[in-house]
């Protein structure tokens, strides 16, 4: 008990630097989680555009414009002034200003496409969807046209098409009420698990295997085996409280909904057997490294790095052949695979069991050969010194 005790003595001078990671955790993966996850079907809805057109031709073709999308963005007319439309786009009270030269509606009305100029905020994706959206309605009226369709009995016919509303049925995941909030919170449990493990485990393992301390302990008289056994006592408590501190914050966010979720025993066993890396990641750190300060060096580089390359800060999907290479050698690609897989989830399968499980074997596997390395340079510094 009493190296039980010691292990969390020390952790408590080191609180400060180990809630430093569960804040930046709790931040960043509630925000995102309510962001990109908590929102349901009122997150989607089509954007309203602040558009003028600047009719240059005097015909019809400006009018029509505005007809046809007006029944979703707010679509005015305005004269040619450079300096009053800049200020306006500066400050965004316009999105996209249309220029119609002259000509353009006899074009129209020849079944030719004429060609339209604007000015726009630079960067502003939003004006890339107006803009294929025009083009598709540009080239609507001139196939119309060229079938002996003329202008307003075109138009007439697009309106009717537009005024239609095609029905979106939003995809449901397993439990309703949460939405994908729970896998939006999870992906981040990497992060939290690295750091702290390495932080909170690397620290206290520092101090008790110190010169002074070390040199102490031999002249003790309690055997090794009871050391070990209080160390890793210790550690596995510690472990199981970042676990379930990690599972009550995830009932807590959802209101309780996870407790009803099919999903929350794979998020479950995906959880654990990270912990287990970080665990081991922790271990390696206390038991190599020499200083408090490379301590803090390897918390920072490694757990940045490896969720970087993992796919939790970014998206895989974003990732090139080449990048997608070095990922797929890190167990927090393979456990960002898993939440992903599981996030989706609506039927338990057969396929999806065991790519669950293969995919989570990866990690403890990982971990345990981290392990494994770690008891080897153990060893090999013990004989060193005898």
Same mark, same amino acid.
């Given at each position: ?21 569960? @804040? ?103 004006? !890339?969807?107006?803009? !294929? ?8 009226? @001139? ?89 890793? @006592? !210790? ?136 392990? !494994? ?14």
């Amino acid at each position: 008990m009493r190296v039980f005790k010691s292990f969390f003595l020390i952790l408590n001078k080191y609180k400060g630097t180990v809630f430093i990671f569960f @804040a930046v955790f709790m931040s960043l993966s509630l925000i995102m989680a309510k962001v990109n996850g908590g929102g349901g079907e009122t997150s989607f809805q089509q954007d309203s555009l602040d558009i003028a057109i600047v009719d240059e031709d005097d015909g019809v073709m400006a009018d029509q414009i505005r007809e046809y999308f007006g029944t979703h963005d707010q679509v005015t007319k305005m004269k040619m002034d450079q300096d009053k439309i800049t200020d306006a786009l500066y400050w965004r009270r316009l999105d996209y200003v249309l220029v119609i030269p002259e000509g353009a509606g006899k074009t129209l009305a020849q079944g030719e496409i004429p060609e339209l100029s604007c000015m726009k905020v630079p960067g502003y994706f939003d004006s !890339a969807y107006f803009e !294929a959206e025009l083009q598709m309605y540009l080239q609507k009226m @001139a196939a119309l046209v060229k079938n002996r369709v003329d202008t307003d009995a075109a138009q007439q016919q697009l309106m009717r098409l537009q005024q239609k509303e095609t029905k979106v049925r939003m995809a449901s995941f397993v439990n309703k009420n949460q939405g994908d909030m729970s896998t939006r919170f999870f992906l981040y449990v990497p992060y939290l698990f690295i750091a702290v493990g390495i932080s909170g485990i690397g620290l206290v393992l520092l101090r008790i295997n110190g010169k002074e301390v070390r040199e102490r302990t031999k002249c003790g008289a309690m055997p090794m085996k009871k050391r070990v056994m209080g160390l890793t @006592a !210790a550690i596995l408590v510690y472990g199981l409280c970042l676990y379930l501190f990690v599972l009550v914050a995830a009932v807590v966010i959802s209101g309780g909904n996870i407790l009803t979720d099919a999903r929350l025993p794979w998020f479950a066993v995906n959880i654990f057997t990270m912990l287990l890396f970080g665990i081991s990641l922790g271990f390696f750190t206390g038991m190599t490294v020499k200083n408090s300060d490379a301590v803090n060096g390897v918390v920072n580089v490694t757990s940045l790095v490896l969720c970087f390359l993992g796919g939790v800060f970014v998206p895989r999907q974003f990732f090139g052949d080449g990048v997608m290479r070095v990922a797929k050698l890190f167990p927090t690609y393979w456990y960002v695979v898993n939440n992903e897989m599981i996030g989706a989830m609506k039927n338990v399968t057969q396929s999806f069991v065991r790519n669950v499980l293969i995919q989570s074997v990866v990690s403890v596997g990982y971990a345990l050969v981290l392990f !494994a390395v770690t008891l080897v340079i153990v060893s090999a510094r013990r004989s060193s010194r005898q």
